[in-house]
């Protein structure tokens, strides 16, 4: 069993930056990736970035490059993003999430925290 908490959201001026953490607990593997996830009111989740937990190799949406930042901290089991230059459409629900394979489609990951709020006002 894992477990996974996310920490950091909040509200943040447009133009502002957050840091999100993902706490992992539990059986964890070190070849697993962990992706982290937006979701809007009414909308599907939609990938943010991805990470292996070995290796360190990242990915990330189009729409976050130069803005988001994924990074880990192995000997914690802890992940975060880093978000800078804060859009008002990048309000949602982050939930980060575990899998067997760095990918960017929510059915690919097995594991999910239970999210939290980033609100970006204008």
């Known amino acids: 069993q894992v477990q996974l908490v996310e920490s950091g959201g909040g509200l943040v001026q447009a133009g502002g930056s957050l840091t999100l953490s993902c706490a992992a607990s539990?059986?964890?593997?070190?070849?697993?990736?962990m992706g982290w996830f937006r979701q809007a009111p009414g909308k599907e989740r939609e990938f943010r970035a991805g990470?292996?937990?070995?290796?360190?190799?990242?990915t990330s949406a189009d729409s976050v490059k130069g803005r988001f930042t994924i990074s880990r901290d192995n000997a914690k089991n802890t992940i975060y993003l880093q978000m800078n230059s804060l859009k008002p459409e990048d309000t949602g629900i982050y939930s980060c999430?575990?899998?067997?394979?760095?990918?960017?489609?929510?059915?690919?990951?097995?594991?999910w925290g239970q999210g939290t709020q980033v609100t970006v006002s204008s």
């Open positions: 539990g059986r964890t593997f070190s070849d697993y990736a």
């Open positions: 990470i292996r937990w070995s290796g360190g190799w990242t």
């Open positions: 999430a575990a899998g067997p394979r760095l990918a960017e489609h929510p059915h690919d990951y097995e594991y």
